[in-house]
């Protein structure tokens, strides 16, 4: 028993301390300032570094940054991070600077670009694709974030070539192919956006702001960007998220795991105990915790069953000293009765006078009076023993019904202790950005076995017999839970032994299901007695049939031949002495 609850401990502990394998994530951060042909931004680079700064905070395993790159520059900055992002979880792509949109098609613009005509779009400029086919190694999330909606001044004196081109205000609306991607942009297709007139653009304050918070989803993060974007630019500038992520909440930095509760593990396994309740189990659970409440009040427990063992021992004690003292006095009885009958069966033999008749029946009559008190004093004792017997059991099966209930009473007390204890914490803790952010641990949950034994265990104490309290829920136990929705008026499914059904149990402290008793048999109390036997059969003083002696041989009648008629008498088949009249007591024949 006590191996078999260390085994469930450990298995439980396995199961609620599951390792949690960190994510590798990496980040390209662009921004361009300093441009050649063009005024010169000032956000931009600025708006890159407090971006390199979130996501090293963060965690970000690799973040490569850059500065003012001319077109050879990024696009090697963009081939070496298609490298770096092979088989990561997460890669993101930040870019800061101009960005054009040429028949539908959205390019970022580098420092050293010119572009004096459309057709130097292709040589002078990085398309949003070739950034995109570079994220592809990622695993779990790849993300470009473009602040590049700007008012672009190349579109004032760019030469058209061809006619039927198309160059468009702001970005492109983009639909991504690849799966777990988002491309957000800092104003919606078409748009442009504001660069700002403070430390940062309105969208790289926001983002700095909201998507590197712990456990938050981007769809949720990237809400709250557009929110305070739109009300810091006076519902101007509206910030747009392109792709689609999976049903799983995606959160560039990980929820903060919380602190282990030191006695969570004693709790659990003291719960266990308790709904056993026997001694093996509490040995068990102080085996495995030694020290702390939960042991202490473990101690406590396992004394009260002790004491409550010692009661039972003492009460068997009691009633077998009064069964022998019974067994004894019976025996002595029986001993001076056949003593004194062979006497005076000696003395009447010699005696054949009226008077010695009359004496011998009178002996017969106060012999059978003091057996028959004798036999009801030691009868009294039995039952007085039994009686005894039967309290001190009832006692012992009260101080286990106190014992369950004081452990369930310490466990609930305990729980909210604990409560308490998480709330002066939680006080004491900085409040969370937003709330419903916390990811709950994972509840352990008890074996199918260990619910059907517990349940079987608890129905069989309500008097709905399972059968075998072994896991095993067949229909001896499917019928035991019926019987108990009969009389507890309940609806339990039969069919399993669920954690509903055991609570459901559990709360009764009487017993539900009626004794039934065989044919032949009553009711009383808690256990069945004899009413009636069958044919040839009696019912004995502890209530139980028992077979009728065989009767012995009726002696003939035989009459004492007188000397003076001198009339022959037939003789008594069998009688003792050779004639005279004779008679049965306590299973022997005794003859004048």
């Known amino acids: 028993m006590r191996s078999t609850f260390l085994l469930f401990v450990g298995l439980l502990s396995l199961v609620s301390c599951s390792s949690a394998w960190a994510e590798k994530r990496v980040a390209l951060v662009v921004g361009i300032s300093k441009y050649q042909s063009v005024p010169r931004l000032i956000n931009p680079a600025r708006d890159a570094e407090a971006m390199s700064a979130l996501f090293k905070k963060a965690g970000f395993d690799v973040v ?16 070496q991070f298609s490298d770096t992002s092979r088989d ?42 070739r950034v995109l086919k570079a994220l592809d190694g990622a695993k779990r999330l790849k993300l470009i974030i473009l602040d590049a909606c700007r008012d672009n001044p190349f579109t004032k004196t760019m030469k058209r070539t061809v006619s039927t081109r198309s ?10 192919s690849m799966s777990d991607t988002l491309v957000a942009y800092a104003a919606k297709a078409g748009a442009v956006a504001n660069d700002g007139d403070g430390q940062n653009s309105p969208f790289a304050s926001a983002l700095v702001k909201y998507i590197a918070e712990p456990g938050l989803d981007l769809r949720l993060a990237f809400g709250r960007v557009r929110d305070d974007v739109l009300k810091s630019t006076g519902y101007r500038q509206e910030p747009f998220v392109y792709g689609s992520l999976g049903g799983e909440t995606v959160a560039l930095v990980p929820q903060a795991s919380k602190p282990a509760d030191p006695e969570a593990s004693a709790r659990t396994d003291y719960e266990l105990a308790a709904q056993i309740g026997t001694r093996e189990a509490w040995d068990s659970f102080l085996a495995a915790h030694r020290s702390g409440l939960y042991a202490d009040l473990a101690r406590a427990q396992t004394s009260k069953l002790i004491a409550a063992e010692q009661m039972r021992a003492k009460a068997d004690d009691a ?7 019974a067994a004894k006095k019976a025996a002595e009885f029986r001993s001076q009765l056949e003593e004194q009958t062979a006497r005076q069966t000696s ?23 003091q057996a028959k008190k004798q036999l009801e004093d030691a009868k009294h004792q039995v039952e007085i023993a039994r009686q005894e017997a039967e309290t001190a059991r009832r006692q012992v099966e009260e101080a286990k019904r106190q014992a369950v209930a004081d452990a369930q009473k310490q466990v609930e007390q305990a729980k909210r202790e604990a409560a308490l204890e998480r709330d002066k914490i939680a006080a004491l803790s900085p409040p969370a950005s937003a709330p419903g952010n916390a990811a709950l641990p994972a509840v352990p949950q008890m074996d199918q076995a260990d619910i059907a034994r517990l349940l079987q265990a608890h129905l069989k104490r309500v008097g709905c017999n ?11 136990s499917k019928g035991a839970l019926e019987s108990f929705n009969k009389n507890a008026q309940t609806k339990l499914n039969v069919q399993l032994a669920s954690l509903d059904a055991l609570d459901s149990v559990r709360g009764k402290t009487e017993r539900v299901c009626p004794l039934v008793c065989k044919k032949g048999q009553r009711a009383d109390g808690d256990r069945c007695i004899q009413t009636g036997c069958e044919s040839g059969y009696f019912l004995n ?23 003076v008629a001198r009339e022959p008498a037939p003789r008594r088949a069998g009688s003792v002495g050779g004639g005279g009249k004779c008679f049965t007591f306590g299973g022997k024949t005794y003859c004048e």
């Open 167 to 176: 160059i468009g205000r702001g970005l492109a609306k983009i639909e991504p």
């Open 319 to 325: 009633r077998r000293e009064a069964e022998g003292q």
């Open 88 to 129: 990561v979880d997460i890669s993101v792509v930040y870019y800061a600077g101009h960005g054009i949109e040429v028949d539908g098609t959205n390019y970022l613009v580098p420092a050293d670009a010119r572009l004096a005509s459309d057709f130097d779009v292709e040589d002078e400029t990085i398309s949003l694709d």
């Open 64 to 79: 490569e940054s850059g500065r003012d790159l001319g077109i050879s520059d990024l696009r090697r900055s963009i081939r």
């Open 541 to 563: 003083s502890s209530g139980a049939c028992e077979k009728k002696p065989e009767p012995a041989a009726k002696p003939q009648t035989a009459t004492r031949r007188e000397p």
């Open 466 to 476: 399972p059968g075998n309290v072994d896991g095993n829920w067949d229909a001896a």
């Open 347 to 369: 003395e009447a033999k010699q005696k054949i006078s009226e008077q010695a008749k009359k004496e011998l029946e009178e002996a017969r009559r106060q012999v059978a009076e």
